[in-house]
C-alpha cells in the first residue's frame, strides 16, 4: 500500500469566551485521494456527512484555480483522513442557461430520508473577458448520497434581488443548511452590483420543505461581512465560523445567534481560519439542541505549484467544545 505523507501544522488561536481566554489550535492534515494533485484543482468543498460508515463530501473540481469552469464531484472516506473519489455528482447545465458554464461549491442536506445537493451554477464563461459572474443556487434530489442526483423543476431555488440597493443585487452563492424550528434556514452569501467581493455579506431563506419555495428574510443581511459562509448549530443556537474577509472587527471570529438572526461575536481567533470550510456537524439537520463547537472539518489548502486541493483541520484542544449560548 502506497504511504500517504500528512503535513501537520499547528496554529494557535485565542477563543475569548464569556471575558476568559481559551487557547486551542487548529491541526492541519493533507489527505489522500482529494488532496494535491498536479494539474488538478478541487475546492470549495461540502459539509461532511456520515452515511452508515463511510464519510461524504462534496466539491468543486476542474483545471484552473477559481470554481468558475467547474463541475460537482464527491468522495468517500471511513477515516476522515484516506479518500475514494467517486465521480462527478453534477454536471454543468445545457449551454446558454444558468447553470451552462459552470456548477460549483455544492453543500449538502438530509431530510426525509433523501439526500438535498445544493450547488451554485453560472451562465457567463470564465474565458470571456471582462468575466463578470452572475452566480445563483440550484437544487438536486437523490435517494442516495451516491446518486443519481435530479435537478428540481424550479431551479433556481435562490435568485440575486432585482433591487440594485440591495447586497445581493449581483450575485448569491455558498448555499449552508441547518434545520431550525421545523424549517430549513439556507444561509448565503451575496454581494451588491458595484461592489467588489471584499464588500460580500450573508444572508438566510427559510422554508418548509427542502425543496422550497425558500423565502429572504427581509432583515438581510445577517452578517455584514465574510465570503465563506459557515453555520453550525450550537446549543439551541446559531454559530457561524468568519474568516479574513470583511470590516476589521469582524473577521478571524466566531460568532453567535440565539434566534438564527441576530449575530454577536463570541470568539475571537487571533491568526487566519481555515479557508471556505466545510464542517463535520452531526447535528446540523436534528434540532437536538446539543451541537457543540465544530471539531474538524475540510477546507482549501495551498501549496505552491499545485491547484487548490481539499484538506482536512481539527480542533485540537478539547476545551473550546463549549457552548456558546450558555
Known amino acids: ?145 451516491n446518486g443519481p442526483w435530479k435537478r428540481i423543476k424550479d431551479n433556481p431555488v435562490i435568485t440575486n434581488s432585482s433591487n440594485k440597493d440591495d447586497f445581493d443585487s449581483h450575485l448569491i452563492d455558498d448555499a449552508c443548511l441547518i434545520v431550525r424550528e421545523g424549517k430549513y434556514w439556507l444561509y448565503y452569501k451575496g454581494r451588491q452590483l458595484g461592489k467588489t467581493p471584499a464588500f460580500t455579506k450573508m444572508g438566510v431563506a427559510i422554508a418548509d420543505k427542502p425543496e422550497g419555495p425558500y423565502i429572504k428574510y427581509k432583515g438581510n443581511p445577517v452578517i455584514r461581512g465574510n465570503h465563506e459562509v459557515v453555520i453550525f448549530p450550537q446549543g439551541k443556537g446559531v454559530g457561524a465560523l468568519i474568516g479574513t474577509t470583511g470590516p476589521k472587527d469582524l473577521i478571524k471570529s466566531i460568532l453567535f445567534s440565539e434566534d438564527g438572526i441576530n449575530f454577536n461575536k463570541r470568539h475571537s481567533n487571533t491568526t487566519s481560519s481555515p479557508h471556505a470550510a466545510g464542517l463535520y456537524r452531526p447535528e446540523a439537520f436534528t434540532e437536538s439542541g446539543k451541537g457543540n463547537l465544530f471539531q474538524w472539518g475540510v477546507h482549501i489548502g495551498k501549496k505552491r505549484g499545485y491547484l487548490p486541493f481539499i484538506q482536512r483541520f481539527d480542533i485540537t484542544d478539547n476545551n473550546a467544545n463549549v457552548h456558546a449560548g450558555h
Request: zero cysteines; charged letters at 20%; a positive charge.
Open 1 to 145: 500500500m502506497k504511504k500517504t505523507s500528512f503535513l501537520i501544522v499547528l496554529i494557535s488561536i485565542s477563543l475569548m469566551t464569556y471575558g476568559q481566554d481559551k487557547k486551542t489550535s487548529f491541526k492541519y492534515t493533507n489527505l489522500s485521494g482529494i488532496g494535491a494533485e498536479k494539474g488538478v484543482m478541487r475546492r470549495d468543498p461540502s459539509d461532511v456527512i456520515k452515511v452508515g460508515n463511510l464519510y461524504y463530501v462534496w466539491y468543486t473540481k476542474g483545471t484552473i484555480s477559481p470554481g468558475y469552469d467547474g463541475t460537482v464531484w464527491y468522495a468517500t472516506s471511513k477515516d476522515g483522513y484516506k479518500w475514494e473519489e467517486k465521480g462527478m455528482a453534477l454536471a454543468k447545465g445545457k449551454q446558454g442557461t444558468w447553470e451552462g458554464a459552470s456548477v460549483f461549491t455544492p453543500n449538502i442536506l438530509v431530510a426525509n430520508n433523501k439526500y438535498y445537493l445544493f450547488y451554485t451554477g453560472t451562465s457567463n464563461p470564465y474565458n470571456k473577458k471582462p468575466f463578470n459572474p452572475d452566480s445563483k443556487i440550484g437544487l438536486a434530489i437523490a435517494d442516495s448520497p
